[in-house]
């Protein structure tokens, strides 16, 4: 079967990836601010915005094809 992909919708994919561990990390803040926070918590934000730069790079060499 042969499928085509629009670049479009690779965009769309990858902003709503970002979009996601965005609301992760602004809960995990939310849970720091309560004091309900561990050092897994700030881990896992950490791990999320090198993530999220990795996915903004890879979104801006779609928006260049």
Not at 22 to 34: D, E, F, I, K
Request: proline share 0%; hydrophobic share 45%; charged share 25%.
């Amino acid at each position: 079967m042969n499928r085509q992909v629009n670049l479009k919708d690779i965009v769309n994919i990858i902003d709503e990836k970002i979009e996601g561990l965005n609301q992760q990390n602004g809960m995990g803040s939310l849970m720091a601010l309560a004091g309900w926070a561990n050092d897994n918590v700030n881990t896992v934000i950490e791990s999320n915005k090198k993530i999220i730069k990795e996915l903004t790079d890879l979104r801006m060499k779609v928006l260049e094809i």
